[in-house]
T-cell receptor, first 117, second 116 residues
Framework: AQTVTQSQPEMSVQEAETVTLSCTYD???????LFWYKQPPSRQMILVIR??????QNATENRFSVNFQKAAKSFSLKISDSQLGDTAMYFC??????????????FGPGTRLSVLP | NAGVTQTPKFQVLKTGQSMTLQCAQD?????MSWYRQDPGMGLRLIHY???????DQGEVPNGYNVSRSTTEDFPLRLLSAAPSQTSVYFC???????????????FGDGTRLSIL
């Protein structure tokens, strides 16, 4: 079974600075996908960024980028120029394809990020 | 707006009562799923469906039933509510029409359920 670990329950960063959230996972699969979701106080789950395991190039979405280390099974999220609106819970998630077209999403426990003014 | 709609947003039940959490999506997504979110834990998969008429168990299925009679709807039933089922429940959907592509999940806004 796959597991996802986020070792930082809480983090804080000053507005306009850079912060990195860590995520490690355990799997025997070779073909899978990784995601970072953001959950603000409104509770809505919002996709931040995604990465295919077969791609060596790290994904980037505006101020959000990842450092994907497949051999180390590490998938960290870097937020540059932090904004107050980035305050949220951040969940790392792993997905593999099932034989019956199903999807198996496994979520980490989350990191609560506070951006300080 | 297109997306995943969950009702109700809040619900309080007494132990032993039954109820159904509703989930509907208007994106013609084949895949739908239910998660529960407990404090200090990530989302855990309860049940999922890969299409109308097809459902399967996730990580924590006990105490919950689902059905998928249409592509749009995927209700979650609690047959006899227990305090351990107090949680926030999320419904999600995604498309897998292209098996070589991945699709992120679209989430509903969640249902906060308290069992007394």
């Amino acid at each position: 079974a796959q597991t996802v670990t986020q070792s930082q329950p809480e983090m804080s960063v000053q507005e306009a600075e850079t912060v990195t959230l860590s995520c490690t996972y355990d799997t025997s699969e070779n073909n899978y996908y990784l995601f970072w979701y953001k959950q603000p106080p409104s509770r809505q789950m919002i996709l931040v960024i995604r990465q295919e395991a077969y791609k060596q190039q790290n994904a980037t979405e505006n101020r959000f980028s990842v450092n994907f280390q497949k051999a180390a099974k590490s998938f960290s999220l870097k937020i540059s120029d932090s904004q107050l609106g980035d305050t949220a819970m951040y969940f790392c998630a792993f997905m593999k394809r099932e034989k019956n077209y199903g999807q198996n999403f496994v979520f980490g426990p989350g990191t609560r990020l506070s951006v300080l003014p | 707006n297109a997306g995943v709609t969950q009702t109700p947003k809040f619900q309080v039940l007494k132990t032993g009562q039954s109820m159904t959490l509703q989930c509907a999506q208007d994106m013609n997504h084949e895949y739908m799923s239910w998660y529960r979110q407990d404090p200090g834990m990530g989302l855990r998969l309860i049940h999922y469906s890969v299409g109308a008429g097809i459902t399967d168990q996730g990580e924590v299925p006990n105490g919950y039933n689902v059905s998928r009679s249409t592509t749009e709807d995927f209700p979650l039933r609690l047959l006899s509510a227990a305090p351990s089922q107090t949680s926030v429940y999320f419904c999600a959907s995604s498309s897998h029409y292209d098996r070589l592509a991945y699709q992120p999940q679209h989430f509903g806004d969640g249902t906060r359920l308290s069992i007394l």
